[in-house]
């Protein structure tokens, strides 16, 4: 199930810094969050607490904090996705006990963002560049300004 939806929505980049590096941000289109909730009962404290009394780790405890983390991740992508995002950027996560204390929210959130990959300089800087003399020209020039070839 988790593997599926993760292969869904790989192609939303979630990353904790506010830039990628080999990437342009090309457009900011706002605040995008996920949200879990996981009741502190039975799955919760209960398990926590019967575990704790034999000292060992709280495993159980541990990989539903995990699960629910991983959760309020997918919908942040799931959410970022519809809004036309590709990335997330400055993700972070956030508990908050809510319900008087009987539950907890898990919510990640960032800011949804459109970015491309930074193509090689010389892509843009050779775009115009006359095969005749080398002048470079404005992109939207059909012939050379210097020499008058036609640009490819
Ligand atoms: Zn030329």
């Known amino acids: 199930m988790w593997n599926l939806w993760e292969t869904l929505s790989s192609e939303i980049m979630v990353v904790t810094t506010p830039t ?11 605040p995008v969050y996920g949200m879990t909730i996981r009741s502190r ?22 990989s539903e904090l995990e699960n629910a983390r991983r959760e309020s991740l997918q919908r942040l992508r799931d ?9 997330v950027l400055a993700a972070d996560f956030e508990t908050s ?46 012939f050379c300004t210097k020499c008058g070839t036609a640009l490819a």
């Open 97 to 142: 006990d809510i319900l008087q204390s009987s539950a907890i929210v898990f919510s990640t959130y960032g800011t949804a963002v459109v970015v491309e990959p930074i193509r090689a300089g010389q892509d843009t800087a050779l775009r115009g560049r006359c095969s005749n003399c080398g002048t470079e020209n404005p992109q939207e020039a059909r």
């Open 79 to 87: 959410n970022a996705r519809n809004m036309g995002a590709n990335a």
């Open 20 to 30: 990628v590096p080999g990437y342009n941000i090309l457009r900011v289109i706002g």
């Open 41 to 62: 009962g039975v799955g919760g404290r209960f398990v926590a607490g019967i575990q704790g009394m034999f000292g060992g780790e709280i495993t159980s405890y541990v």
